[in-house]
């Protein structure tokens, strides 16, 4: 037999002691809402506040609103009849009902793909994650079928318990497929596409707009941009400055503009890697001095516009310091093996100058450290007419194909200017050596390991601002994080908010309260954020010491409301330790009194007195009660 269920109905009456104003503003607060909802809750009318909760869940909603000065009831909801009709489908993962089909309108969740999930954890031993009391996280899925010995199931089985390696697999993928589109698809048919290009971008802009029923500007917006240089998408621009690499950057045009154009050739020869006539002064100065040198405007803003590209990324993620070794080093690097090549293919001293070498080392160390993240090449489809209205269209790229697409295309350069059938003067083993050395540091230092990381709280981050991933795939990623660092309090946050969606979630709950006990600790002000949003779903507060410290960030931050209420829970709830609840009740008293809530002020300062008449604020209290 089903056990009952309840509601909480309000039906206009009001508590001794309240006035419909104030308690008016106490449901405003608490529930949130308008003054249409309000004006329907003080109707007389039945007015529903929960509805389907178990008894114990009904008790609690009522004894957070009876704080409001709403006296509710609590009615049982007769059990429906018996269903003739078969039961309407629902979603295995959030329980709502819809029409079957492939994917979850209201979670996401792709069927067949949690299906097979499932049927893996069954079929399966335990993971370390089922062992904590977690599910398994994005990249460590059982995921291929026990009795699947083929080497197409080993090879499936492989890339669904490393998803990293399948990542960066897809992405030499798309590296081969579009040299392959390249060299098989002939010049004018390319010349043709690129022409008609506006009319095919026109007419899908106007078919996504009839389809979404968004305007034609809307749309388009997504997938032009004015910008004529390729920069990384989703980058936050209040994350930091990249003060370095606008130094670099400034330093390179002052170098350029106001040294360069006024010495003589004789000296800038003796700067470049390696100087015309060198001494070991002068070598080891070059060594440095060749990375702030260009051989003309082209030269030096095309490497600026790369070096903003990949830089104020790269620097925002790694710190100042440690970009401004790395860029060094590189260049270093790329000069090495430039004159290295020189000498052993060509038996001549290279002499070698510009930024790009260091820029290609930064290049290597976004590979490593910015893998996951998507870079927009901006195509003109206006041809000559860009020049005068930069139109181009967004052509999204995974970072390491277009990275990689650089390497490739600097590797076929340098061994054409080794083989003898390139005979231009672009310094390829410069950009391999420099991006090679980016490589190896960020592989040294393992800058990896911190990008898996920041992928994963992306994805997570997306699953619960955006929308655009799943619930599902967000929740197996941020599993996946909390896996690898268990106190990281951004990702319990976000994980607490999916498993909280759809309302109460005694996993959600512990998180979101050990999330707000690590906040408070070091971001106090993400602490509040968070337990509005716990309370809001809860109703209820966290352990003592973090609700007695929320209570003072909130009165520090002028939110005498919700400080107020941190307080008062910690003054009715008799298992508070006492010298705690002694300053709670006092403090609440206080805070109350200058409020203008004097009655109820009167009451906790009664309540003190009473519970607490050894205490060295009792005299006080008692001269404020006579």
């Known amino acids: 037999?089903?056990?009952?269920?309840?509601?909480?109905?309000?039906?206009?009456?009001?508590?001794?002691?309240?006035?419909?104003?104030?308690?008016?503003?106490?449901?405003?607060?608490?529930?949130?809402?308008?003054?249409?909802?309000?004006?329907?809750?003080?109707?007389?009318?039945?007015?529903?506040?929960?509805?389907?909760?178990?008894?114990?869940?009904?008790?609690?909603?009522?004894?957070?609103?009876?704080?409001?000065?709403?006296?509710?009831?609590?009615?049982?909801?007769?059990?429906?009849?018996?269903?003739?009709?078969?039961?309407?489908?629902?979603?295995?993962?959030?329980?709502?009902?819809?029409?079957?089909?492939?994917?979850?309108?209201?979670?996401?969740?792709?069927?067949?793909?949690?299906?097979?999930?499932?049927?893996?954890?069954?079929?399966?031993?335990?993971?370390?994650?089922?062992?904590?009391?977690?599910?398994?996280?994005?990249?460590?899925?059982?995921?291929?079928?026990?009795?699947?010995?083929?080497?197409?199931?080993?090879?499936?089985?492989?890339?669904?318990?490393?998803?990293?390696?399948?990542?960066?697999?897809?992405?030499?993928?798309?590296?081969?497929?579009?040299?392959?589109?390249?060299?098989?698809?002939?010049?004018?048919?390319?010349?043709?596409?690129?022409?008609?290009?506006?009319?095919?971008?026109?007419?899908?802009?106007?078919?996504?707009?009839?389809?979404?029923?968004?305007?034609?500007?809307?749309?388009?917006?997504?997938?032009?941009?004015?910008?004529?240089?390729?920069?990384?998408?989703?980058?936050?621009?209040?994350?930091?400055?990249?003060?370095?690499?606008?130094?670099?950057?400034?330093?390179?045009?002052?170098?350029?503009?106001?040294?360069?154009?006024?010495?003589?050739?004789?000296t800038l020869d003796n700067l470049v890697f390696l100087p015309h006539d060198p001494n070991p002064l002068n070598v080891l100065i070059s060594a440095f001095s060749h990375q702030f040198l260009h051989a003309g405007p082209g030269h030096l803003w095309g490497n600026m516009l790369f070096l903003w590209a990949v830089g104020t990324v790269v620097e925002k993620r790694i710190g100042h310091r440690r970009f401004s070794i790395f860029y060094i080093l590189s260049g270093l690097a790329s000069g090495l093996l430039f004159v290295i090549i020189v000498r052993i293919f060509h038996g001549e001293t290279g002499h070698l100058l510009g930024a790009s070498g260091a820029i290609s080392g930064v290049m290597g160390i976004f590979a490593i450290r910015c893998y996951f993240k998507s870079m927009v090449f901006p195509l003109p489809i206006l041809g000559i007419f860009s020049l005068i209205l930069p139109i181009s269209l967004k052509v999204r790229l995974n970072s390491l194909v277009i990275i990689g697409l650089f390497f490739l295309a600097d590797l076929s350069g340098g061994i054409g200017q080794i083989s003898g059938s390139n005979s231009s003067n672009i310094g390829h083993w410069a950009h391999i050596g420099g991006m090679l050395g980016g490589i190896m540091l960020a592989s040294l230092f393992r800058l990896g390991e911190e990008a898996i990381d920041e992928r994963h709280m992306d994805i997570g981050t997306q699953a619960v601002e955006t929308g655009k991933v799943n619930l599902e795939e967000g929740e197996q990623s941020l599993r996946f994080t909390l896996q690898r660092n268990p106190d990281n309090a951004e990702a319990m946050l976000m994980l607490a908010q999916i498993l909280s969606k759809f309302g109460p979630n005694e996993e959600g709950e512990q998180l979101y309260r050990k999330a707000i006990r690590l906040f408070i600790e070091n971001e106090p002000i993400k602490a509040l954020f968070a337990f509005r949003e716990y309370y809001n779903i809860y109703f209820k507060g966290t352990d003592h010491p973090t609700l007695f410290r929320l209570a003072a960030t909130f009165h520090r931050e002028k939110d005498t409301e919700m400080a107020t209420r941190c307080l008062e829970m910690l003054s009715g709830d008799a298992t508070t330790p006492p010298a705690l609840r002694e300053k709670a009740m006092f403090q609440c008293a206080r805070l109350l009194e200058q409020n203008g809530f004097r009655d109820a002020a009167k009451r906790y300062y009664r309540q003190f007195v009473d519970l607490f008449p050894e205490s060295a604020m009792s005299d006080k209290v008692r001269a404020k009660l006579a």
């Open 1 to 266: 037999m089903d056990k009952p269920r309840y509601q909480i109905v309000f039906r206009g009456f009001l508590l001794p002691g309240f006035e419909r104003g104030e308690v008016w503003n106490n449901i405003k607060n608490l529930c949130k809402y308008d003054d249409d909802t309000l004006y329907r809750f003080f109707s007389g009318e039945a007015f529903i506040l929960k509805r389907d909760l178990d008894r114990a869940t009904a008790e609690k909603y009522k004894k957070v609103l009876d704080q409001t000065g709403a006296d509710c009831d609590i009615r049982e909801v007769e059990a429906p009849p018996p269903a003739v009709e078969p039961e309407p489908f629902r979603c295995p993962k959030c329980n709502t009902e819809q029409d079957e089909g492939e994917n979850c309108i209201q979670c996401g969740v792709i069927f067949a793909k949690l299906h097979q999930q499932q049927q893996r954890q069954a079929t399966s031993s335990p993971t370390p994650a089922e062992t904590a009391g977690l599910e398994p996280a994005a990249g460590h899925l059982q995921s291929s079928d026990p009795q699947d010995d083929s080497t197409w199931g080993k090879l499936a089985a492989y890339f669904s318990d490393h998803q990293e390696q399948a990542f960066v697999l897809k992405s030499f993928a798309m590296i081969a497929a579009i040299l392959l589109f390249k060299n098989l698809i002939p010049r004018f048919f390319l010349i043709i596409l690129f022409l008609i290009s506006p009319v095919v971008l026109s007419c899908y802009v106007r078919f996504m707009a009839a389809e979404s029923g968004r305007t034609y500007f809307q749309v388009l917006r997504e997938y032009i941009t004015f910008m004529p240089v390729m920069y990384t998408e989703g980058e936050k621009k209040t994350e930091g400055l990249a003060g370095v690499t606008y130094g670099i950057i400034f330093l390179n045009i002052l170098i350029y503009y106001f040294f360069e154009k006024n010495v003589t050739i004789e």
